[in-house]
């Protein structure tokens, strides 16, 4: 159980610039509440010296990234936009009765919940922060949790990676340099339409995935309940399953497959075993791109908002995915990871907010809950988020490097997490997010068939 010690709010300690701030069609395509995340500090420390040192910090590295201390507020036309009014965030101080090791390997589950903030959506959003800060102590030692709900519309994965980073060489003591500050201004996403920039592309991802053979939607699917574990790989096995992806002779003038892309061939092969579909099983990959290099010009450095677009496999079957090498799955993450050019992210950003999103938004605002438009991304189908990108692991308060990061929750649908290891040795960690039915399938799969002769 853990117990709410105190609660502040955290303002930035100098004025800061007021006025509304324009969100892109990107950052409105993403779920319009918090995204709980989790990171674990292990080493000694001083416990209320520690909080003393990140409040007052927070307050500091605010004056640089000052939208996060404002609010949402919904337009006449129910966009979204961002209120630069410094009402700061949220900042939680919590005790578990709980130890550490009560907690297990820190996998998302209802125990871990406990250690990012509860949000209470049935308040007005225009007075719900986009940060919520929980510092929670473990029974008997001096670990520390450090849970948050950032606010999906104001951050993604690198944004968030970007400001957590920055607020913890603050605490440090130390100073963000010209080069380490956010570019604010999002109007760069704000093109103007024109004939040229109209949808010239069919845009799979943005529509509803294959169906299970027999069924008429995805609803029997989405009442299945899921739980989650983690999957470690050290660096020979990522090795290895590259190794096996690259087995075939590579087409002229193509690049080796990435670990990333084999190890989401791999996962997709594990998941269409595990669930023993039929082999006539159309199934799809649905993930995103981080397009800030793939605009021309590409965005400015260190751009601060939501730039993933979203993608999808081709249509395959379960039969395929099975029983051909590593390589054929690979192609098709490949495939869908190259569809994202300039031209095509363009097109995408005119069509990607539809009446379906806005809805969640005014829903949202009205206080009738969290809603997330977007397709269905479980059974027959898989969902694949990539954290490799974002350096969580740099995060030192000044007591050492988080030795674990994570999604503070379980997802409702069948998801895969994919993220570096804590020791920084080539190693990957998998967050399953799976139906609990086949989960002990998936995981049997996915650590027997590294050792098969062929993938």
């Known amino acids: 159980m853990v117990t709410i010690k105190a609660s502040y709010t955290v303002v930035p300690n100098q004025p800061t610039p007021r006025g509304r701030l324009w969100l892109s069609n990107y950052d409105h395509y993403a779920r319009p509440g918090h995204t709980p995340l989790l990171s674990i500090y292990k080493a000694k420390h001083n416990y209320k010296d ?23 507020r919904l337009t006449q036309s129910d966009r979204m936009e961002l209120s630069c009014n410094a009402k700061g965030v949220a900042f939680l101080e919590a005790e578990s009765t709980k130890t550490i090791d009560d907690y297990g390997d820190f996998a998302p589950s209802e125990s871990i919940k406990e250690l990012v903030p509860k949000i209470d959506y049935t308040q007005p959003i225009e007075d719900l922060p986009l940060l919520f800060i929980q510092v929670t102590r473990f029974h008997g030692d001096k670990a520390l949790a450090l849970g948050v709900g950032t606010s999906h519309p104001v ?43 109209q949808p010239c592309f069919d845009h799979p991802e943005l529509k509803p995935l294959s169906l299970k053979l027999g069924s008429s939607d995805s609803i029997d ?33 193509s690049r080796p497959y990435s670990r990333y892309e084999a190890i989401v061939a791999h996962i997709w092969r594990c998941a269409s075993k595990a669930r023993e579909l039929d082999h006539n099983q159309p199934t799809q ?12 010009p590409p965005l400015p450095r260190n751009y601060f908002g939501n730039v993933l677009s979203p993608t999808v496999t081709p249509k395959c079957y379960v039969g395929d995915i099975i029983s051909k090498s590593l390589s054929y799955g690979a192609q098709k993450i490949r495939e869908a990871t ?20 806005l809805d969640g938004i005014k829903a949202l605002f009205l206080g009738e809950g969290e809603r997330w438009r977007v397709p269905f991304g479980g059974n ?4 694949i988020t990539s954290w490799m990108s974002m350096s969580v692991y740099e995060a030192d308060f000044g007591w050492g490097r988080p030795a674990y990061f994570g999604l503070g929750y379980v997802f409702p649908f069948d998801r895969g997490i994919i993220l570096l290891g804590p020791e920084g040795d080539g ?29």
């Open 155 to 197: 951050f993604d994965g690198v944004s968030w990676t970007h400001f957590l980073n920055s607020w913890a060489k603050v605490t440090r003591g130390g100073t963000l340099e010209p080069h380490e500050m956010p570019f604010l201004d999002r109007t760069v996403l704000k093109f103007q339409h024109s004939p040229s920039t």
């Open 285 to 296: 990959v649905r993930f995103n791109v981080d397009f800030r290099n793939r605009l021309n």
């Open 221 to 253: 699917e989405q009442k299945k309940k899921t739980t989650s574990l983690l999957l470690k790989l050290s660096s020979n096995q990522v090795e290895m399953l590259k190794n096996k992806a690259n087995d075939e002779s590579p087409k002229e003038g």
């Open 338 to 357: 190259e569809i994202g050019t300039h031209e095509y992210i363009r097109s995408q950003m005119n069509v990607i907010v539809g009446k379906e999103q």
């Open 380 to 383: 027959p189908n898989l969902q």
């Open 50 to 72: 520690a909080i003393e040192k990140m409040r007052h910090s927070l307050s500091k590295i605010l004056v640089h990234f000052y939208p996060i201390a404002g609010r949402l």
């Open 427 to 455: 190693s990957i960690v998998v967050n399953m997010h799976f139906q609990i039915t086949h989960l002990q399938l998936f995981k049997r799969f996915f650590y027997e068939d590294l050792f098969t002769s062929k993938l």
